[in-house]
Structure formats: C-alpha cells, structure tokens
C-alpha cells in the first residue's frame, strides 16, 4: 500500500474524483461478487456524508449542492445481487455495458471498474463502455500486470488500451486460498476509499470559504498516512486481547450452528458492512442464503441481518443511503444481449419487490428464533453502541435464546449476556473509512474460522465454493487439481460429475455438499482404494 500510494495513477485517480465532483460530473464504481458489494459500499458511504453535512450543516451544505447523486455504484445483477448471486451475470462483458449505459454514464463521468482477479468479463465490459461513452476510465485488480497479461486476453486488451488508467493492487497469495473477498478487497476498499475521501476533502476546500471549511472539523491527510493507520490499525487489531475477543465469538458462533441454530445480527450505520460479510459466507462456503419472506421451504440461512429501528423498505433505504435499485429486465432485454436461452426463456426476477421479500426491518421473523438455538447479535462502534444495543435488546432481545454484543472502539460498557469488544482507534474521517475497514476485518476472520472449524475449508482452501458460474467453475478445478495432484482436464470432469452427484442429492436432502469438496473426496478416495 505504501508503494500504491506513491504511484502517479493514485494521484490522478484522486485528482479525477475531486474534478468530476467540480465540473458536476458523476463517478461510477462497478464490479460483481465481492468486488460489487464494494462497489455498493463506497456509494453508500459516499452517500452518508453528504446526508449527514445537509442534516447537520444545512447553510454549509446550500454551498455544494447537487454532489449527494455524483457516486453510483454497479453491481453485476444490481441490488438483488448484494443479497444472493445471480447466476451466470458475472461472465458477460455485455450486461457490464448494459447496466452501466442504462446508468446513464456520459463523457467527462469517471467509471472506476473493480475486479479483484482482473479479469471478469463483466466489470471488463463496463470498462469497454465507459471508453465508448467518453468517460476516464481507472481498472483496478489484484493480480501482476504482466501475469495478466501474458495469460487472459480480455485481461490483456483493455490494460493495454491506452486510454485505461491502471491501479495494480497486487496482493499476493490470500491467507486461505480462494479468499478474495479478505486481503483483495480489503485493499480495494483501502485504496479506492482513500482516493475518493481525499478527493472531498479537497472539492470542500475549494468551494468552500475558510471560516465554513473549519467548522467541519476534516483532517486534511496526506496520502502517506493512509498506510501509517492502516498499518497501525493491524497491529491493534492483531493484539492478543483482540485476537482472543475474535476466538470467542468464533467459538459463540460455531457452537450455536453445531445445535442446527441461527445467529442474527443487528446493526444501523454499518448495516451494509455486516450484511456484506453475511451473504458472501453463503457462496464462499456454500451455506444456505438468505430466504425470501414468501419462502418457507428453503432452508434458513445460518445468519442473517435486521435493522431495528425501521420496517424492511425502510431499511433497505437507511442500508443503501438511497432507495434500491432492482433490474428490471425481460425477456426482450436478455434476447437484445444475446444471452443464454435459460435466461432468454425464464429471466430472473431482481426487481425491488423482489429484494423487499428480504426482510432485514424489523418486523418480528419467528423463523429466526424457534430453531433449537438463537442468538441476537448486535455489531456498532462504540459511539452508537448504547443506544443500538438498548433499542435492539429491548425490543427483540427476549425472542432469541442468547444475546451478544461486538463493538468496535476504545471504550464499550453495554449490557448482555456476552460481550466481545474490539479494542482499536477508528480515526474520523469524511467516509468513516477506519471503521468499515475495522468492521470489515474482523467480521472476515471470524465468519472465515466459524466456518473453518465447521468443516468447510480443505487444507488451506476454500473448497466448499459453490461453482455457480465460469469463474467459480474454473477456480474449482484448479482447487481440486492443485489439492489432488491431478491434471486440471481431469479435475474439471471430476467436477461436473460431482455438480451432478450434488443435483441428484438435493432432490432428496436438504443440505448437500460443495461439488468441488465431493470432488476432491472422490479423487483422494480412488488414489487411496489405487494404493492399496
């Protein structure tokens, strides 16, 4: 990170953010999966501080206005996507073209496209269509240029375009193979928010009068220091009062899934940032999604989300900053894109009724806690704790078995009946950028261990991926090829064969295994029956 920071392109990314907010311009950040919800995130965050500038500064605000509605974020598949993957988006470069142009995106606007791998078609093509708009176009990956490069052509085309700025954030291996959504998109979120807080600060200061530039009380840091508190946040973080405060809550945790129970957490100003790391435990681990409100036959996602102080419409509102912003896509749409016939034929519904059958408000769910165990968990920083944690516990506490509170901060004096306090500075700042990275970074470790120690990682990998698209498909094959010793041509056929082994077993059961664990099972079991 230090390195980035000296890059000339970390410059000219901030410089472009803080001009196209000059010149009324609009910024667009795009990516899918992990890189998606980030995407989403740095919006809403984005979002936060414009609301809350008008709400407390009011005469401050009449002074830039307009600058709420400049950041857009795209995800592939759109808002429902945040909640569950939709199925096969990621890997068409032309529903990247079609969601950011019907986004609106026009010259001048600045389009940052986010791809953790460098290389998925989709955020590759809202690349190609912020350059055929007019747009200044950043692509940001984790993966070495020259790797890329040499290897993926559709990689290869767009980082050499001349007109593509790129941001090499080149993260190495992940601590446990297939993480992306940890190291990778923790120095997205890193990198770009850094950029996009420096680039208000600095649209502040020039339009605005000295006297009311003070009043805000923003810290003008230099791009260096973002390296020094991030450093100095992993290092208290990695304390071993925090470090055994994470411990705890893996063992809380696995012990409530272990009795087949449910765990479902409440939060307000960093809803977004703990639903994140919810959902993404369901594709990453292969655990059951979030279940629509009309459903009562899938089974219950292991956890789950809720805001107590607004009914779910409103909160997906308070959550997103902005009202929802669903696909509306037929048939006709998918035909026009030339997309596969499934989806020509049976287009999914991923419209805002849709996402509102996802009930995170809070209205009473008794499908959250009349399973053999329950805990309410209420996740803030410690500025927002009381209040959160008295309203949540007060009016929906006494409905689950356990309660627990995880709070980010210096001090932390809640009452419930278990407490895990994470001890750390969350320095202000215009997008509250420490705090989401804090939150972020312990809510990734701790669903990563539970989920670990639940059995859904092999050796240092996360196999138990559920190969929904080419991607995952491909990142399976080279999991179980790289974890059996066997060619990737036959790891990929042992693949589909166990796609349709788990096919065959979800008729009769309701839980089934990763294809890519059974796989590897497979494999080893007939390489053991060989040896014998």
């Not at 176009?137 to 085309?157: A, G, I, K, W």
């Not at 090829?481 to 077993?505: F, K, N, P």
Request: glycine residues 6%; negative net charge.
């Amino acid at each position: 990170m230090e390195k980035l920071f000296q890059q000339d392109v970390f410059h000219q990314l901030i410089d472009a953010f803080a001009d196209a907010l000059c010149s009324n311009k609009r910024i667009y950040f795009t990516g899918c999966g992990a890189t998606g919800r980030l995407s989403i995130l740095l919006e809403a965050a984005y979002r936060c501080f414009w609301q809350q500038l008008s709400e407390n500064h009011p005469d401050i605000s009449a002074n830039v206005p307009d600058t709420e509605d400049r950041a857009f974020g795209i995800m592939a598949g759109g808002d429902f996507a945040l909640i569950k993957s939709v199925e096969g988006f990621e890997d068409f470069p032309d529903f990247g073209r079609c969601q950011l142009k019907q986004a609106g995106v026009q010259p001048g606007d600045i389009v940052v496209a986010v791809t953790e791998g460098g290389e998925t078609p989709f955020v590759i093509g809202t690349a190609w269509q912020g350059l055929d708009a007019g747009a200044n176009v950043f692509f940001v990956y984790n993966n070495p240029t020259d790797l890329l490069r040499t290897h993926v052509q559709r990689s290869r085309e767009i980082i050499d375009h001349p007109g593509v700025k790129k941001l090499d954030l080149t993260t190495g291996p992940m601590a446990i193979t297939g993480s992306t959504r940890m190291q990778a998109v923790t120095a997205e979120l890193l990198a770009v928010g850094a950029a996009l807080e420096m680039a208000v600060v600095k649209f502040l200061q020039q339009n605005l009068s000295v006297p009311q530039f003070s009043t805000l009380g923003l810290c003008i840091r230099p791009p260096e220091d973002y390296p020094r508190l991030f450093a100095g946040l992993l290092t208290q973080l990695s304390s071993p009062a925090n470090v055994n405060a994470m411990a705890d809550a893996v063992e809380f945790e696995e012990d409530i899934y272990r009795r087949h129970g449910l765990v479902t957490y409440i939060a307000d100003a960093f809803l977004l940032d703990v639903l994140t790391d919810t959902t993404e435990r369901s594709p990453t681990f292969m655990v059951p999604p979030f279940r629509k409100s009309d459903d009562r036959l899938s089974p219950r996602s292991w956890a789950f989300v809720k805001d107590p102080f607004h009914p779910t419409p409103h909160a997906w509102q308070h959550l997103l900053r902005r009202r929802p912003r669903g696909l509306q896509w037929t048939a006709e749409t998918y035909k026009q894109l030339n997309a596969p016939l499934p989806l020509q034929t049976q287009p999914p519904r991923l419209d805002n009724g849709e996402i509102f059958k996802f009930q995170i408000g809070s209205e009473p769910d008794t499908s959250r806690t009349d399973a053999p165990d329950s805990a309410l968990v209420v996740i803030g920083a410690a500025d927002e704790i009381e209040h959160l944690s008295g309203a949540a516990l007060q009016t929906l506490g006494s409905e689950y078995k356990k309660t627990a509170v995880m709070v980010f901060g210096p001090q932390a004096h809640p009452r419930t009946d278990k407490l895990f306090h994470f001890r750390c500075d969350l320095p202000a700042s215009p997008l509250q950028l420490w705090r989401h990275l804090a939150i972020k970074l312990v809510l990734n470790t701790i669903s990563t261990a539970t989920m670990a120690r639940m059995g859904r990682v092999v050796s240092n990998a996360m196999a138990w991926l559920s190969p929904s698209n080419k991607k995952l498909i491909d990142r399976g094959s080279r999991l179980i090829s790289e974890l059996t010793g066997c060619a990737y041509e036959q790891a990929c056929i042992a693949l589909y064969h166990a796609i349709d082994e788990v096919q065959s077993r979800a008729k009769q059961a309701e839980e089934v295994p990763s294809p890519v664990a059974l796989a590897i099972e497979s494999i080893r079991s007939a390489a053991h029956k060989t040896s014998l």
